[in-house]
């Protein structure tokens, strides 16, 4: 099973709607969460990185949450534009070796 | 300042050959990871260098290899190529040490194997 699960899979929004992307894990001890933006074919960029102590990060009309208790996170995106369509990947630092678990991340399309 | 930088941006290959990636890292970072990306799959972590040694490794076979040169840039190697290889392959770099590490990722290469 995947220590990141992100959902939904895929969404269509109309340009200028928000939408809010969801990111639950199980990684043990956590270290901290980023979530990445992928466009398609092209390398992931980040958006934000949150630790423990921080529960919620904004980076332009990106606004991350993070409930470490119940171990879940959010991307909400503010007045959607037709460039955020991309591919929304969550990543979890933690565990024993402190590695980087993916998830499979969340596919936006954006419509005029 | 040149970020991530990766090479070739694409390429093809047939069943049984070898490959070789590149990449050179944001200047100032010293490590390197290799993560390979299939279609509609978030990205699988193979390897990570540092001081020119392997120091984590995911889960794959043996017929995946990497080096870290001097000068901090590596290479992925993979041998024996299978049809399941067909990939995007990340490099990420990150700096020294110093506490919650942000990478950078390259842009990819995207590997086809016939």
């Known amino acids: 099973k995947n220590q990141v699960e992100q959902s939904p899979q895929s969404l269509i929004i109309l340009e200028g709607k928000n939408c809010t992307l969801q990111?639950?894990?199980?990684?043990?001890?956590?270290?901290?969460l980023r979530w990445y933006k992928q466009d398609t074919g092209r390398g992931p960029v980040s958006l934000t990185i949150?630790?423990?102590?921080?529960n919620t990060k904004s980076n332009g009309r990106y606004t991350a949450t993070l409930d470490a208790d119940t171990k879940q996170s959010s991307l909400h995106i503010t007045a959607s534009q037709l460039s955020d369509s991309a591919s929304y990947i969550c990543v979890v630092s933690g565990g024993r070796n402190n590695r980087l678990a993916f998830g499979k991340g969340n596919q936006v399309v954006v419509i005029p | 300042d040149a970020g991530v930088t990766q090479s070739p941006t694409h390429l093809i290959k047939t069943r049984g050959q070898q490959v070789t990636l590149r990449c050179s890292p944001k200047?100032?970072?010293?490590?390197v990871s290799w993560y390979q990306q299939a279609l509609g799959q978030g990205p699988q972590f193979i390897f990570q260098?540092?001081?020119?040694?392997?120091?984590q490794r995911g889960n794959f076979p043996d017929r995946f290899s990497g080096h870290q040169f001097p000068n901090y840039s590596s290479e992925l190697n993979v041998n024996a190529l299978l049809l399941g290889d067909s990939a995007l392959y990340l490099c990420?770099?990150?700096?020294?040490?110093?506490?919650?590490?942000?990478?950078?990722f390259g842009p990819g290469t995207r590997l086809l194997v016939l």
């Open positions: 990420a770099s990150s700096p020294p040490d110093r506490g919650v590490k942000t990478q950078y």
């Open positions: 260098y540092y001081e020119e040694e392997e120091r």
């Open positions: 200047s100032g970072h010293d490590t």
């Open positions: 990111c639950n894990y199980t990684v043990s001890p956590f270290s901290n």
């Open positions: 949150m630790t423990f102590s921080e």
